[in-house]
């Protein structure tokens, strides 16, 4: 599976932003963020597909942006779908998954949604496919407890956590995503683990459109924190996440429980004061009549 990566052409992007397919496509398409919605309903569709396939489509949408990217016609425009452009601009569709070119929803995409579709596809890629194939040199057992405990402990203090961050950065969500997008580009990239982690973390292709480059300048992670603490990092955000949705579960199943009882004592106390009622009300005994 993960042999197919090797068509995605960002992973000979990682060494300057400046060559960055996505940062060129966003500047000839406005792109928009789809709703929540939209996002939900693309992922319960991806979840379902084959490993094959997931794969294949990440490289199609890779392919659709070379052609984004070296030119936009005045026929295209936000509004234009993934299909209608294939078709229009794509000559060749050998390297072009049905998803694509005739299977809605994906087929039915606007453009101005692309790189957020991208995005979804890589996060459910990482998690479904990619994540069973993650270098030996990024695992969490390639360090010491110490090291894994350092780098979890610091990052959060210097990112999400750290007062002064931009709105936009202090969710630990995003942090994930993104995380999860920059291990499937160095998964398979023959590039240099030991480099800082920031290096990266303030790329804007790396990031959703939410987040600007103002954004990426109210943080610094030191530079002990390498590229191969990726995972390490990863694995730690994903354990604070499924504790965070822990949390509001628990809170609510107190809270039904302390609801039902209330409903119960209340029931209790409507039947038991119908039922006193009931036994304390003076018998009217009615006069014998004599015959």
Not at 156 to 178: G, H, Y
Not at 207 to 227: C, G, H, K, N, P
């Amino acid at each position: 599976d993960t042999e197919k990566l090797r068509f995605l052409n960002y992973q000979f992007e990682l060494y300057g932003e400046n060559t960055s397919l996505i940062n060129d496509v966003r500047a000839r398409i406005k792109q928009q963020q789809m709703t929540n919605d939209e996002r939900i309903k693309l992922q319960r569709l991806l979840r379902a597909m084959s490993n094959d396939d997931i794969l294949n489509y990440l490289g199609s949408v890779d392919y659709v942006f070379t052609y984004l990217r070296n030119s936009v016609p005045e026929t295209a425009s936000e509004t234009t779908t993934i299909q209608t452009f294939a078709e229009n601009h794509i000559h060749s569709y050998a390297c072009l998954n049905d998803n694509i070119l005739s299977r809605p929803p994906f087929s039915t995409i606007q453009l101005q949604y692309i790189i957020d579709l991208y995005e979804t596809i890589e996060e459910n890629a990482f998690d479904k496919v990619l994540r069973a194939y993650v270098k030996k040199e990024l695992t969490e057992e390639t360090f010491t407890d110490e090291e894994r405990e350092r780098v979890r402990r610091q990052f959060p203090r210097m990112t999400f956590e750290k007062e002064t961050i931009a709105k936009t950065l202090k969710s630990v969500d995003s942090w994930i995503s993104m995380l999860r997008r920059l291990m499937i580009r160095v998964l398979n990239a023959n590039i240099s683990l030991n480099v800082p982690l920031q290096l990266y973390l303030e790329r804007t292709d790396l990031w959703s459109d939410r987040v600007s480059d103002l954004d990426l300048e109210t943080f610094q992670v030191d530079d002990d924190i390498l590229l191969q603490h990726t995972y390490v990092i990863l694995r730690g955000l994903e354990k604070k996440q499924e504790s965070n949705n822990k949390l509001p579960q628990q809170q609510q199943q107190k809270t039904s429980e302390i609801q039902s009882k209330e409903g119960e004592q209340e029931n209790f106390q409507t039947w038991f004061g119908n039922t006193a009622k009931v036994a304390t009300k003076p018998k009217v005994l009615k006069p014998k009549i004599r015959v």
